[in-house]
């Protein structure tokens, strides 16, 4: 979507070392998701925000930390790389008063 | 909490014929319901969604979806589909109130064949 730019768009990494996936947006929306995307398993949330420094757990946290210290920009990272964290991660903001989410590109990432 | 169970992980059906891909959720709280599209090696896209008021909702593309509170539905349908219409459909859910977190069904692949 015009609005969410996530980087990088594809990454292979190795197992044990940390990994910042970035979501950035410019429509200045509140609130900002992260979700994986597995086979079988449709899309997970991550962690989620409601505003700059302000974060919560969502369904399948572990292993994953969030940051948000500007409006614009949303970090996942990921401390020590497992093999079972290779997925594609999708960024999402929410709308206001319209209820519907928009989504980034998605970014894949493979460990090895 | 919220959940969602998508009945069929995959659709086969041959071009011009209708479809149905099927949506059930639970939940304690009044929610919204959504499907989205995602097509191939792309983010997903909003095809409709479902705040409140008339039960049939009317999306992108020819798509439709009714809103059955009683059987706790939410199905997709289309008269006739298009070869374009091959991709994989979700259904979400979110509740009404504070951070509305979406939660998602398992996925339907929908493949459109000659």
């Known amino acids: 979507d015009a609005g969410i730019t996530q980087s990088p768009r594809h990454k292979v990494t190795e197992t044990g070392t940390p990994v910042t996936l970035r979501c950035h947006q410019t429509?200045?929306?509140?609130?900002m998701y992260w979700y994986r995307q597995d086979p079988g398993h449709g899309l997970r949330l991550i962690h989620y925000?409601?505003?700059?420094?302000?974060?919560d757990k969502g369904e399948v946290s572990d292993g994953y930390s969030v940051s948000r210290s500007k409006t614009e920009d949303f970090l996942l990272t990921l401390e020590s790389a497992t093999s079972s964290q290779t997925s594609v991660y999708f960024c999402?903001?929410?709308?206001?008063?319209?209820?519907?989410?928009?989504f980034g590109s998605g970014t894949r990432l493979t460990v090895v | 909490a919220q959940s969602v169970t998508q009945l069929d992980s995959q659709v086969p059906v041959f071009e011009e014929a209708p479809v149905e891909l099927r949506c059930n959720y639970s939940?304690?709280?009044?929610?919204?319901l959504f499907w989205y599209v995602q097509y191939p090696n792309q983010g997903l896209q909003l095809l409709l969604k479902?705040?409140?008021?008339?039960?049939l909702v009317k999306g992108i593309n020819g798509f439709e979806a009714e809103f059955n509170k009683s059987q706790t539905s939410f199905h997709l349908r289309k008269p006739s589909v298009h070869i374009s219409d091959t991709a994989e459909y979700f259904c979400?859910?979110?509740?009404?109130?504070?951070?509305?977190?979406?939660?998602f069904g398992q996925g339907t692949r929908l493949t459109i064949n000659p």
């Open positions: 979400a859910v979110s509740g009404v109130q504070g951070a509305q977190k979406l939660v």
């Open positions: 479902y705040l409140s008021g008339s039960t």
């Open positions: 925000s409601y505003g700059v420094k302000d974060t």
């Open positions: 999402a903001t929410r709308v206001p008063g319209d209820y519907g989410y928009t």
């Open positions: 429509e200045n929306h509140r609130y």
């Open positions: 939940s304690s709280v009044s929610v919204y």
